[in-house]
């Protein structure tokens, strides 16, 4: 497949799957009786400085950028390590899940840790902790189930 397209299409699954992932996110909150948006309140208030509903708006906004480029860079990792090449959708939920966790590891601990110390860390101890670190997977999982999934309509169609 040409990179250009697969670059794409992990983009456009990056999206797709921060959509998702803030979908639950606000179940969540529901569940634990939290303020809906409350990670994303947070976010508005401690990296952008805005609070209420714009900073729950930001918030979410912000969270939906990450969630892309996340996409577009995984996508990068993906198709330039042959290993990691999502060919179907069943490799690409696989690849996803692994994606998912690396993400976590490395790019969403540290930022949450360091520069946002959102509730997950301040609460250790709160099912929103397992919660959070779950939703990382889930993201990669469901990046790479579209990821393949376009990629599997694209070469039925070719």
């Known amino acids: 497949m040409n990179p250009k397209k697969y670059l794409?299409?992990?983009?456009?699954?990056?999206?797709?799957?921060?959509?998702?992932?803030?979908?639950?996110?606000?179940?969540?909150?529901?569940?634990?009786?939290?303020?809906a948006g409350y990670q994303?309140?947070?976010?508005?208030?401690?990296?952008?400085?805005?609070?209420?509903?714009?900073?729950?708006l930001y918030g979410l906004l912000f969270h939906f950028l990450?969630?892309?480029?996340?996409?577009?860079?995984?996508?990068?990792?993906?198709?330039?390590?042959?290993?990691?090449?999502i060919r179907s959708i069943n490799s690409g939920i696989l690849i996803g899940i692994l994606t998912g966790f690396l993400v976590l590891l490395v790019f969403s601990l540290p930022v949450n840790i360091y520069l946002l110390h959102l509730y997950v860390y301040e609460k250790y101890y709160l099912p929103s902790t397992f919660f959070y670190y779950a939703m990382h997977i889930f993201y990669g999982g469901v990046w790479g189930l579209f990821l393949g999934f376009f990629i599997s309509r694209r070469k039925k169609l070719s």
């Open 8 to 35: 794409y299409y992990g983009t456009i699954s990056g999206f797709i799957a921060a959509i998702f992932e803030a979908i639950l996110f606000y179940l969540f909150d529901f569940v634990d009786s939290l303020p």
């Open 40 to 56: 994303f309140t947070a976010i508005g208030i401690r990296l952008l400085n805005i609070s209420g509903f714009y900073g729950t």
């Open 66 to 85: 990450v969630g892309t480029v996340v996409g577009l860079f995984a996508a990068i990792i993906s198709y330039y390590t042959i290993i990691l090449r």
